[in-house]
Every structure is written in structure tokens, then in C-alpha cells.
């Protein structure tokens, strides 16, 4: 069984909000195959229009039924649960998602121009002191 490295190891900060998720069926538009550790989807915040905001580059690192990091690569994550969110660019942290993210902020997770899921920001961690100290 191949082992996740946790982001936090890898990036050298803590992530920057908690989410809860729900990944939509392939019915409701969704993904055919399972999801596993390591997806790399993009975000858009309810209400935005993609077409003048664009989606914005932040992956989730998803949490076992106890809150830990799921350290299985090769196993799939739950269709609902929780996650750790990463935004991957510094200067968008500053001055974009400082001022939007907030608990109870509900966005999606994108592959392109379709919604994989929907989100809900439940807690802030490190997204305050990441944008002041990350560059």
C-alpha cells in the first residue's frame, strides 16, 4: 500500500482552512472513477461567475473519519467527509483569499468548468499567518 505524505512535511506550513465536502454522483455531474489522495482540482467560491473570477488553485487533502490526514494513496477518500484545504499561490492567499475565505463560506471543487462537489468552510488554520509570513 503506497503511503500519502502528509502537505504539511512537504510545504513546510500548516494548511490554511478545514472544509467539509460532498462529491456530487456522476448522475449529478460528477466523476465516473473514485477519488483518491492527492486530487488535484481547482476551487470557485458559490455566487462567482468563472468566466470573470476564474477557478483558483487550491487542492484539499482529505481527512480519515476522525479528523487525521488519509495516508492511503491507493485506497479511495469518502464521497463526504472532511479535508484540509492548500492554497498554492502565496501573492492569491494575500490578496484574494484572506478576504474571502471565512467558516461557513461554501464553494466547489472544479475539473475545468464542472463542479465535482460542494464545499463548507468550517474552520480557518493557518491562512491568516501563512499570508504574512509566506511569500
Not at 15 to 37: A, H, L, M, T
Not at 79 to 107: D, Y
Request: aromatic share 14%; charged share 30%; proline share 5%.
Amino acid at each position: 500500500m503506497e503511503v500519502w505524505i502528509p502537505y504539511e512535511k512537504v510545504r513546510n506550513h500548516p494548511p490554511d482552512f478545514r472544509i467539509r465536502y460532498q462529491f456530487y454522483s456522476e448522475e449529478e455531474g460528477g466523476r465516473k472513477n473514485p477519488v483518491f489522495q492527492g486530487l488535484r482540482c481547482d476551487f470557485t467560491y458559490d455566487g462567482d461567475n468563472i468566466k470573470e473570477t476564474g477557478i483558483f488553485a487550491i487542492h484539499p487533502e482529505f481527512e480519515d473519519d476522525f479528523g487525521n490526514i488519509f495516508l492511503y494513496k491507493d485506497l479511495p477518500v469518502s464521497k463526504q467527509g472532511t479535508a484540509r484545504m492548500w492554497i498554492l499561490f502565496p501573492e492569491m492567499r494575500r490578496e484574494v483569499h484572506i478576504h474571502r475565505i471565512k467558516i461557513g463560506v461554501i464553494g466547489y471543487f472544479m475539473a475545468g468548468l464542472r463542479k465535482l462537489g460542494e464545499i463548507e468552510v468550517i474552520e480557518i488554520l493557518g491562512l491568516n499567518t501563512n499570508a504574512e509570513m509566506l511569500s
